[in-house]
C-alpha cells in the first residue's frame, strides 16, 4: 500500500510540473490592436488565445472547473488537433496525414482558464461536397474507396495534360479526345510502374490509389486562389 501511495504522489507531482510548464491563456504573445472573429485573415496564437480570453470574460463561467471549454469540430483530417498543439504551445495531440488519427474525445487543459476539446471529424456528404470532392480533399480515408473514377475524374479536370505528362513521364491522348479518360490514364500509369493484374491487364484499381494520395498528398500539386483574391492587391499569380 505504502509503494503505491508514493508512485501516486510521484504521479501527481509530475502532472502539476507539466500544468505549471504549460502556456497559461494570460500569457499569450502581446497583439496589438482588436481581433475580430469573423475574419478572412489567418490569426497567430496570440491573437487566438486573446479572443478567447476576452469570451471568457464576457460570459458567465456556469461549469464547476470555472474554465471556457472550447470546441473543435469540422471534417477530418482538416488540423482540428493541429490547432490545439498550437494552443498549447507543445504536442499533446496525436496528428497524421490521412483522416481518421482521432478517435476519441480528448480533452486538455490550459491553465486554469481554458479547456480545449478535440474530437473525430464529422462527415454530411449531403449537406456539403459530394463523395468524390471530399475524396481528393482527403477527408474520406483513400484505402476504403471503391469508386476511383468520379475522384480521378476531378483530378483530370483540374490537372492540365502537360503537367500530368512531365509528373509521370506517359504519353496522354489529347485532351479533346474521347479516350481521355480516368481509365486511360490509369492504365498508362500503372503499365509504367509495372502494376499488372493477375490477367497481365493493367492494374488501375492500384494505379487509381496511388494518384489519389499524391494529389491529397500535395506531390501531385493543385492550389486554388484565395476567395477574396484580387490581382491588384496580391500580384499576378504566374
Known sequence: M???TKEFNEHIEKEEIKEQRRPKLNDSEDEDGEVDYN???LLTRGQILKLLKK???SIEITNPTGRLIVGTVGYPNVGKSSVINVLLG???VGVASL???TKHFQTHNLGLDLQLCDCPGLVFPSFANSKAEMMICGILPI???RDY???LQLVLSRISKEVLETQYKIELPPRDSSMYTVSTFCQLYAAKRGWFSGRNLPNEFLAAKALIKEYTTGKLLFCETRPDYDAEVHGVIT
Do not use: H, L, V, Y
Request: charged residues 30%; aromatic residues 4%; proline residues 14%.
Open 2 to 4: 505504502g509503494a503505491f
Open 39 to 41: 475574419t478572412p485573415n
Open 55 to 57: 469570451r471568457k470574460e
Open 90 to 92: 507543445s504536442k499533446q
Open 99 to 101: 483522416p481518421g488519427k
Open 143 to 145: 484505402d476504403t474507396m
Open 149 to 151: 473514377i468520379g475522384p
